[in-house]
């Protein structure tokens, strides 16, 4: 059996392709077109999963979305809808995309896909996945692991932001969710986009600012923007911000909690911008390591697989690790929505098609996440010499030293 799982128009497009149990190749449409983070139709992707291993279009059995398209845009259409008359010229912007492109995105996704082989008798067996459902299959499925709780946290999929799975051979059942717009991930975007980082790109970047930070502000983001449980679970204070109906994140109130305007992109990074910076990771880190307790606590499980855009914050994946709270810990490398594409894939072969898992408990199933192109040195050398390149072959040790040396 083979199924081909799609990610697209948000951010980090992408495509996987698994045969049977396996992983085949799984690959980001950044890497082709070099735009980052390319949020368009993965058409090279899917060109290169076909290709790489000499199939066509007619001969994949299933193509899957990594979410739905119509829960989401009920979601959207019920928060304009609850915090009207504010937002209306947000609503009005995006309607028009949605009614033209994204609500009917099956006969979109039909077409983007005949474009690849234009052959007139093809067949596509088009299914769409939950949004945290491909994250919690793209950490469960690949993992060592028979059975495992799984942690999904991120901005937002269709409603979920966070959510408890209990992952048990070939099956996964989620037991808790927290929803839209109660997200940790939008909260951490929040202050990426407050400290003048791209939204959807730059955290990274405020994960790095923080460490030559002191976390300051702690206490004044509990009492004012977040109210934490015990066990984890959170409200966001949504009068502190925009994203649920405006084009910012933060809005005048956010500003003045912390007396000054957003950093401009490029300008000065001050001692405040990284105080603040230490101050929400640590929040961060203190929510997931409550989550993690309670997750440990009520479903008794050894081991936890992670997903979402949450978990691609290592720091945190560090602390986890080093508490020791799950014997053994799994995290999907491409943990983002890159990863959802796999993750759907996953999903239609193991909880679809009920297909047994082959559970490899000595290597990885992701094989070093080496899922994409790979170039031979005759092909290397081709490309450099036809633009021109002026290039030196070196052994592998000679490369180690010089490689080592230039860092």
Request: aromatic share 10%.
């Given at each position: 059996m083979k199924i081909l799982g799609?990610?697209?128009?948000?951010?980090?497009?992408?495509a996987a392709?698994?045969?049977?149990?396996?992983?085949?190749?799984?690959?980001?449409?950044?890497?082709?077109?070099?735009?980052?983070?390319?949020p368009n139709f993965p058409y090279y992707s899917i060109k290169y999963c076909l290709k790489s291993?000499?199939?066509?279009?007619?001969?994949?059995?299933?193509?899957v979305f990594y979410d739905k398209p119509f829960t989401k845009f009920e979601r959207i259409f019920e928060t304009y809808l609850h915090f009207a008359p504010r937002g209306f010229k947000s609503f009005y912007k995006s309607l028009p995309i949605w009614a033209k492109d994204k609500l009917f995105q099956k006969k979109l996704l039909i077409n983007e896909l005949k474009k690849i082989d234009d052959k007139p008798d093809i067949k596509i067996n088009l299914l769409f996945s939950n949004h945290h459902l491909s994250h919690a299959s793209?950490?469960?499925?690949?993992?060592?692991?028979?059975?495992?709780?799984?942690?999904?946290?991120?901005?937002?999929?269709?409603?979920?932001?966070?959510?408890?799975?209990?992952?048990?051979?070939?099956?996964?059942?989620v037991i808790k969710e927290i929803n839209f717009p109660h997200s940790i991930g939008l909260l951490y975007s929040a202050f990426t986009y407050y400290l003048g980082f791209k939204v959807n790109s730059g955290e990274y970047k405020?994960?790095?600012?923080?460490?030559?930070?002191?976390?300051?502000?702690?206490?004044?983001?509990?009492?004012?923007?977040?109210?934490?449980?015990?066990?984890?679970?959170f409200k966001i204070n949504i009068d502190?911000?925009?994203?649920?109906?405006?084009l910012k994140m933060t809005n005048n109130k956010f500003n003045k909690l912390f007396g000054s305007l957003p950093r401009d992109p490029e300008t000065l990074i001050t001692q405040f911008h990284m105080d603040l910076a230490a101050s929400i990771q640590k929040v961060t880190e203190d929510i997931v390591l409550k989550i993690a307790i309670n997750i440990k606590k009520e479903t008794g499980?050894?081991?936890?697989?992670?997903?979402?855009?949450?978990?691609?914050?290592?720091?945190?994946?560090?602390?986890?690790?080093?508490?020791?709270?799950?014997?053994?810990?799994?995290?999907?490398?491409?943990?983002?929505?890159?990863?959802?594409?796999?993750?759907?894939a996953l999903?239609?072969?193991?909880?679809?098609?009920?297909?047994k898992r082959k559970i490899n408990f000595n290597s990885d199933n992701m094989k070093g996440a080496f899922l994409g192109p790979h170039f031979n040195d005759e092909e290397i050398a081709h490309e450099l010499n036809s633009c021109g390149a002026i290039f030196e072959k070196l052994t592998e040790k000679l490369l180690i030293e010089e490689v080592s040396n230039a860092l």
């Open positions: 799609i990610s697209a128009y948000y951010h980090d497009s992408a392709l698994i045969i049977n149990n396996k992983i085949i190749c799984a690959v980001q449409e950044e890497r082709f077109t070099r735009v980052k983070h390319d291993n000499g199939l066509s279009l007619n001969e994949i059995d299933y193509f793209s950490a469960f499925f690949p993992s060592p692991f028979n059975n495992a709780a799984i942690l999904t946290m991120d901005g937002v999929g269709e409603w979920s932001t966070t959510s408890i799975s209990i992952g048990l051979k070939n099956d996964i059942s405020l994960m790095g600012l923080a460490p030559y930070g002191k976390p300051e502000y702690v206490n004044r983001i509990k009492e004012n923007l977040i109210d934490i449980k015990e066990d984890g679970s502190y911000f925009d994203y649920c109906t405006g499980e050894n081991n936890l697989c992670l997903a979402g855009g949450v978990a691609l914050n290592c720091v945190i994946n560090g602390i986890l690790e080093r508490k020791k709270i799950f014997k053994k810990i799994w995290i999907q490398p491409a943990s983002g929505d890159a990863g959802g594409s796999l993750g759907a999903c239609v072969r193991h909880m679809h098609q009920n297909k």
